[in-house]
């Protein structure tokens, strides 16, 4: 290690079978079950020597739950300031809904221009602790950038794996910052395999749950929610899911703050994944009362960020939203489009269009009963929509 790690960082330890691991040079899946691996805390000393109001008072963004991430103390991260983004009342909404409260949490604002910023912050500083002078992940877009700006505030090599189809704003991106940027035909699935096919062993591989740090990242959008709402959660979660580390990240997150004193126990938002009708292996799953995905067949969407064809942590996921009482729903194309326009004109964002899958699946729900009266609930917008002018441009072109 070129850092050190946190005191209270105990180790690693696999989803799937519970296998422990050191921490000090995690690279890969569990090697039992080839699952995602988990990191550990010390929880018991964090609560006894952090108040929960010291660390929400910082509102320093990611980086302000050092006590909760793995890097040490007093070491520097490689930070842009991600973090600590809005969450937006719907005050209109949730009367129409007979509801206690709709918030829209914006990630649109992070430094790269999503939620992906969060993740990648924490994997590419832990990269760097770790020895590593490249990077390398397969994406649909968002995480391309995200990795570009932060290693290259790192000073390390960015080496991304896109679809062809990539939007070919996140493409210019990210060459922007310096990364390499190979297009592979297929899909994100296919960018994966080509990078494990051509990748020396120096290589950090950064893929989604394929290391156990950007979902200590993401983990951070649960955090800020019990800040944001004075440590009391929502009873409903919605969120656009392709790989799904910012929805086990907020499950951790709650357990964490459980453990800590910080919730009240046994207490949990119900997880809702959201997919569309052209890519969702989870929800296909989950309705079919499955344990695990099977890959999707020829995934097409507009939302790129939810065309993921097969997770490695499906079951991670489905296990959380069987035990959280959550659910998963599927929109058709025409209603996520028409809900980016939607989400966009009620919270003053400009959408993404995996928000816009996350509003059409509240309005269905919503209108179908289910959700109670008086119910708060959060809908999350992953990233701007800045980036996805022909999603826009479609969208906008189906309601002349």
Request: glycine share 12%; aromatic share 6%; hydrophobic share 50%.
């Amino acid at each position: 290690m070129n850092a050190s790690l946190s005191p209270y960082l105990l180790g690693l330890a696999c989803t799937e079978c519970g296998r422990e691991l050191d921490a000090t040079a995690p690279r890969g899946l569990c090697p039992a079950c080839a699952r995602p691996l988990a990191a550990r805390y010390d929880l018991a000393a964090v609560r006894a020597k952090t108040a929960r109001a010291e660390v929400a008072a910082r509102r320093r963004g990611v980086w302000g739950l050092r006590e909760v991430l793995p890097l040490g103390l007093d070491e520097a991260p490689i930070s842009l300031g991600e973090g600590t983004t809005p969450l937006l009342p719907l005050p209109d909404v949730a009367r129409r809904h007979g509801l206690g409260a709709v918030f829209v949490k914006e990630e649109g604002g992070n430094p790269t221009g999503s939620f992906k910023a969060r993740g990648l912050s924490l994997a590419v500083t832990m990269a760097r602790a770790c020895g590593a002078t490249d990077v390398a992940l397969p994406t649909a877009g968002n995480a391309g950038v995200a990795l570009a700006a932060y290693a290259a505030a790192g000073g390390l090599a960015a080496h991304v794996f896109v679809p062809a189809d990539c939007p070919p704003s996140f493409v210019v991106a990210a060459r922007a910052l310096g990364a390499d940027v190979v297009l592979v035909p297929g899909f994100i699935t296919d960018a994966g395999r080509k990078l494990r096919e051509v990748a020396p062993a120096t290589w950090f591989d950064l893929s989604t749950l394929r290391e156990p740090w950007r979902v200590e990242g993401k983990k951070t959008m649960g955090y800020e929610l019990a800040f944001d709402l004075a440590f009391t959660l929502p009873d409903a979660i919605l969120y656009p899911t392709g790989g799904g580390t910012g929805l086990v990240g907020m499950a951790k997150a709650f357990d964490e703050m459980e453990a800590l004193g910080w919730i009240e126990p046994g207490r949990r938002p119900r997880m809702i994944c959201v997919q569309v009708e052209g890519c969702a292996p989870i929800a296909r799953a989950f309705h079919d009362g499955a344990d695990e995905a099977t890959p999707w067949e020829a995934p097409t969407t507009a939302a790129a960020g939810i065309r993921v064809p097969a997770a490695v942590g499906d079951r991670w996921m489905l296990r959380i939203l069987r035990a959280t009482g959550g659910t998963a729903v599927i929109v058709p194309e025409a209603a996520m489009l028409a809900g980016t326009l939607a989400l966009s004109r009620a919270a003053g964002v400009l959408a993404s269009p995996e928000g816009g899958a996350v509003w059409a699946a509240f309005e269905r729900l919503a209108e179908g009963g289910g959700f109670a009266p008086g119910e708060r609930v959060v809908l999350f917008d992953t990233g701007s929509g800045l980036a996805y002018g022909a999603a826009l441009e479609a969208a906008l072109s189906s309601v002349r």
